[in-house]
């Protein structure tokens, strides 16, 4: 009998082991999984100064895009997808410069050296009667699958000249922390009716993907 009870408990013992070992390894590939799909996204970055809380800002103008191929499709439906998206945001009224050869197109490609001219800046305010410029920057962009959008971004306050707010971000869509944004973006902004391609949808049209981008950027405001 005793050697019987040994080898019981020897028994019990190696299916333990057996079943433990079992857990392991089917438990061990989906917890890679989870890692990876709550991995964060670390690719914006942006700033927000002290005077932008204390300053009242009702009307801003969006000067289009800067893009260095000059593609003016392009420059057109960036603009476009964040100028949707200001108005969406409702923090204050948005509008664009009156004429495409605009003077203001011209600082455009200097804001991010720190060059744009004081006129400038008092030319937009008596012209436009705002309280503050965007001037923006298209730094990437890949329209085809999986698409890429750069963008870097600041406001100007046209009483101190001085920067508002800014931001920096790259949206890489063969990121699968991108990829999570955008599965979240689109159950919150898409209707089932208009889902055939699901989420997938956003990444068909390069207009839906820059909404998707102006979306994340405008929300550090």
Same mark, same amino acid.
Not at 75 to 83: G, L, P, R, S
Not at 105 to 131: C, F, H, M, P
Not at 163 to 177: K, Q, R
Not at 180 to 204: E, T
């Given at each position: 009998m +005793? &050697? ?5 408990r ?6 333990i082991?057996?079943? @433990?070992?079992?857990v392991?390894?089917?438990?061990t590939?989906?917890? !890679?999984c ?5 991995k ?9 100064s002290d005077e ?6 009702h ?12 593609r003016e ?6 603009t476009e ?10 923090r204050?009224e948005?509008i664009l ?6 003077s203001?197109? =011209?600082q455009?490609d200097?804001?991010?050296? &720190?060059l ?14 705002v309280?503050?410029?965007?001037f !923006?920057?298209?730094t =990437?962009y890949?329209?085809?699958d999986p698409?890429?959008? !750069?963008?870097?971004? &600041? ?5 101190? &000249? ?8 790259? @949206?890489?869509? +063969? ?18 009716r208009q +889902? ?7 990444l068909? +049209?390069?207009?839906?993907y820059? =909404? ?7 929300a550090?405001?």
């Amino acid at each position: 009998m +005793s &050697g019987d009870s040994s080898w019981n408990r020897l028994h019990m013992k190696k299916i333990i082991l057996t079943n @433990f070992l079992l857990v392991v390894i089917m438990v061990t590939p989906l917890a !890679g999984c989870i890692t990876i799909e709550k991995k964060e996204f670390n690719s914006l970055s942006f700033f927000k100064s002290d005077e932008y809380s204390r300053t009242s800002i009702h009307r801003v103008l969006l000067v289009p895009f800067a893009y260095e191929t000059k593609r003016e499709k392009v420059v057109k439906e960036v603009t476009e997808a964040f100028f949707i998206e200001f108005q969406k945001s409702a923090r204050f009224e948005t509008i664009l410069p009156h004429e495409i050869q605009d003077s203001l197109l =011209q600082q455009n490609d200097l804001w991010t050296k &720190g060059l744009v001219r004081a006129e400038s800046i008092i030319e937009a305010r008596k012209r436009y009667k705002v309280d503050a410029i965007i001037f !923006g920057k298209i730094t =990437q962009y890949r329209p085809y699958d999986p698409p890429i959008l !750069g963008i870097k971004i &600041g406001m100007f306050s046209t009483v101190t &000249g001085n920067v508002l707010w800014s931001s920096d971000a790259i @949206f890489d869509s +063969s990121e699968a922390s991108v990829v999570q944004l955008i599965k979240r973006y689109h159950k919150n902004n898409f209707q089932k009716r208009q +889902s055939l391609y699901d989420w997938k949808i956003i990444l068909l +049209s390069m207009k839906r993907y820059a =909404q998707f981008v102006a979306h994340h950027i405008i929300a550090t405001l």
